[in-house]
C-alpha cells in the first residue's frame, strides 16, 4: 500500500513562509499524483495543489495561487508545499494524498485513494 508521511507544520505570523514535506512509499506506478488538501475549522475539505509525479503538471486553488508552489523530487518519492505570503485563512490542517495512478491533477479531495496524516499550520494576525 501507498504510505504517506507529512510534516513542516507549524506556527508562523501572516506574511510569513512554510515548507510542508510529503515522504511517500508504495507507488505501483510511474505516474501517480500527490495533493494536498486542508481542512479549517468548521469547514469543508479544500483541494490546495496537486503534481503529477511524470509531467510535473500542477494544479492550484484560486486561494493560493502565486503563493504557494507544489514541487516533487521523484528520486526520494517526497512533495513539497512551498508556502509564502501566508494569511490567516490559511490556518488549516494540511493533509498530503495520494492517488496511484493519477494522469492529470485534480481539484477533487475525494479522488484521492491514500492519505498521510494532517499538519496544523496556524497563521496568526
Known amino acids: 500500500d501507498v504510505q504517506l508521511q507529512a510534516s513542516g507544520g507549524g506556527l508562523v505570523q501572516a506574511g510569513g513562509s512554510l515548507r510542508l514535506s510529503c515522504a511517500a512509499s508504495?507507488?505501483?506506478?510511474?505516474?501517480?499524483?500527490i495533493g494536498w488538501i486542508r481542512q479549517a475549522p468548521g469547514k469543508d475539505l479544500e483541494g490546495v495543489s496537486c503534481?503529477?509525479?511524470?509531467?510535473?503538471?500542477?494544479y492550484y486553488a484560486d486561494s493560493v495561487k502565486g503563493r504557494f508552489t507544489i514541487s516533487r523530487d521523484n528520486a526520494k518519492n517526497t512533495a513539497y508545499l512551498q508556502m509564502n505570503s501566508l494569511k490567516p485563512e490559511d490556518t488549516a490542517v494540511y493533509y498530503c494524498?495520494?492517488?496511484?495512478?493519477?494522469?492529470?491533477?485534480?481539484?477533487?479531495?475525494?479522488?484521492?485513494?491514500?492519505w498521510g496524516q494532517g499538519t496544523l499550520v496556524t497563521v496568526s494576525s
Open positions: 494524498a495520494a492517488d496511484n495512478y493519477g494522469v492529470s491533477p485534480t481539484a477533487d479531495p475525494y479522488e484521492y485513494d491514500y
Open positions: 508504495g507507488f505501483t506506478s510511474d505516474a501517480y499524483a
Open positions: 503534481i503529477i509525479s511524470s509531467d510535473g503538471s500542477t
